[in-house]
Structures are given as C-alpha cells and as structure tokens.
C-alpha cells in the first residue's frame, strides 16, 4: 500500500495550492490530510469518506477543500487564503474508520512541503 503525494511548493501569502494524493496497492473507504509544522506536532486538516463527506479541523473551514476521485484512487486538498501558518509538510492519510483516519490514521504517505511566504 502507497500514498503518493504531491502538488507541495512556495506560495505567496494569500494565494492556492492543490495537493494531490495517489493511492496504490489497494483502496481505502476514507482519505485524509495531516500537516507538520517545523518543531510541532503532526496535526489533523482534514478528512473525507467514501461518500465524498468532509470533515475539517477548525483552522481550515472556508479555505481548505478535500475532495476524491474513487475511479483513480486519488485525493485532492485545494488550499486557499493561504497564510503562512500554513507552512508545514502536508501528509496523506488513509484508513477504514473515519474517526482512525482523523486520528490514528492506518496508513501514512510521504510528506509534500508547503512553504507559504508572507
């Protein structure tokens, strides 16, 4: 099982990023984001199930969209009004339980950076 992310780069404040996720070697009822921030702890942004039904951390209602395409085993996070808070690598997640997935996510992809200056 892989989680391949992508999409990360150097953004103005203010501006967008969409982050993709691309799964492989098998297919997950729930997809979701994480994001570390240099000397801080990983922390969830957001979470979607199999329906297409979203959950977001409170820091990201109104500028953060998660959104899948189960036909390609794919995940999007389209990230506006970025801020430079918002800088951190970003991780995919995936797993069975929605709440796992917003938690103790199963499965973990490698990080994309996202660096947003102000």
């Known amino acids: 099982v892989q989680l391949q992310a992508s999409g990360g780069g150097l953004v103005q404040a203010g501006g967008s990023l969409r982050l993709s996720c691309a799964a492989s070697g098998g297919t997950f009822s729930n997809y979701g984001w994480f994001r570390q921030a240099p000397g801080k702890e990983r922390e969830f942004v957001a979470a979607?199930?199999?329906?297409?039904?979203?959950v977001y951390a409170d820091f990201v209602k109104g500028r953060f969209t998660i959104s899948r395409v189960n036909a390609l085993n794919t995940v999007y996070l389209q990230m506006s009004s970025l801020k430079p808070e918002d800088t951190a690598a970003y991780y995919c997640?995936?797993?069975?339980?929605?709440?796992?997935?917003?938690?103790?996510?199963?499965?973990w992809g490698q990080g994309t950076l996202v660096t947003v200056s102000s």
């Open positions: 997640v995936a797993g069975g339980n929605m709440q796992v997935v917003a938690t103790t996510p199963d499965y």
């Open positions: 979607i199930t199999w329906s297409g039904s979203p």
